[in-house]
């Protein structure tokens, strides 16, 4: 018998393959993730940054939208003290915009204070 797969293991930076298919865009896989009762949508890499810091920093709009409907943390930080919003670049400001109004949105106390940038 093959044993269970573990989506939310790590590779040595901290990435899983939520991680990895955020920052790429592979969004019909994410939901296949997410569908996992074991999924972690908030882990953070080893520079803090979560899968929907991944996408924002890549500009993938619909895998941004898409760890948002499945509740992910918006307002938590990276080790550089930055949230998904902040790691949009500059070409991406609808994403940005609606990345700030989402967080917004979020109710107060979710704020998590130990997040970084510098991947994928």
């Given at each position: 018998m093959q044993e269970p797969l573990d989506v939310n293991a790590q590779s040595m930076q901290g990435h899983t393959p939520l991680h990895m298919c955020a920052a790429?865009?592979?969004?019909?896989v994410m939901q296949f993730l997410l569908n996992?009762?074991?999924?972690?949508?908030?882990?953070q890499t080893k520079l803090g940054n979560t899968a929907v810091h991944l996408a924002a920093l890549?500009?993938?709009?619909?895998a941004c939208k898409l760890l948002i409907n499945n509740g992910v943390?918006?307002?938590k930080k990276n080790k550089s003290g930055?949230?998904?919003?902040?790691?949009?670049?500059a070409e991406a400001a609808d994403l940005k915009t609606y990345l700030i109004e989402?967080?917004?949105?979020?109710?107060?106390?979710?704020?998590d204070n130990d997040s970084e940038f510098g991947e994928v």
């Open positions: 790429n865009g592979h969004v019909e996992q009762k074991s999924c972690e949508p908030d882990i890549n500009a993938r709009v619909e943390d918006l307002k930055k949230t998904a919003a902040d790691l949009c670049p989402k967080t917004n949105a979020e109710p107060e106390g979710r704020d």
